[in-house]
């Protein structure tokens, strides 16, 4: 089995990926299957959301899919009150940020479980933002941001 093309989620100013699926629960309660085509192996679930955390809140931003009648609208779709941004009340649990790539992350985490230090968890209560713990590190273009002090 290949490795699936992560989540998406923007936390204070940058995206990171996340192995953490937060509209699974929502299908689970609503008992639903949505009809997304298969496009990719790397995407066996049919879609991958795009999340952002803003004032202690996750939203669903975006929902890249596509439905079996070739329409690209699964946001509007699944959410049609709602069809550019979904407060996520549904989701309680924990989303992971590693600072590693999805792949290298899954990769060192079966060497070495120290890899868990290394990961931003974000714990979430219907939807709001109950509890951060870890770090993450600065990222490419924040590095390139800073200026030493003279």
């Known amino acids: 089995m290949c490795i699936q093309k992560p989540e998406r989620i923007r936390y204070e100013g940058e995206e990171y990926s996340t192995g953490s699926e937060p509209l699974r629960p929502y299908f689970t309660s609503k008992k639903i299957k949505p009809d997304f085509q298969l496009i990719s ?3 066996w679930r049919g879609y991958r959301g795009i999340w952002e955390i803003v004032d202690g809140h996750l939203d ?4 890249e899919a ?3 009648d070739g329409s690209t609208e699964a ?6 009150h709602s069809p550019n941004r979904v407060f996520a009340n549904w989701f309680s ?3 992971q940020i590693p600072h590693l790539s999805m792949y ?3 990769q060192r985490r079966r060497e070495s479980p120290d ?8 714990e979430i209560k219907n939807g709001v933002v109950t509890r951060v713990t870890g770090n993450l590190l600065p990222s490419a273009s924040a590095l390139a ?5 003279e």
């Open 60 to 63: 669903l931003i975006a929902l």
């Open 104 to 106: 290298a992350y899954y």
């Open 41 to 43: 192996t790397d995407l």
């Open 75 to 80: 946001m509007a779709s699944l959410f049609p």
């Open 145 to 149: 941001d800073h200026k030493p002090v």
């Open 115 to 122: 890899t868990q230090r290394s990961t931003l968890a974000i």
């Open 93 to 95: 649990g924990t989303i």
């Open 66 to 68: 596509v439905l079996t």
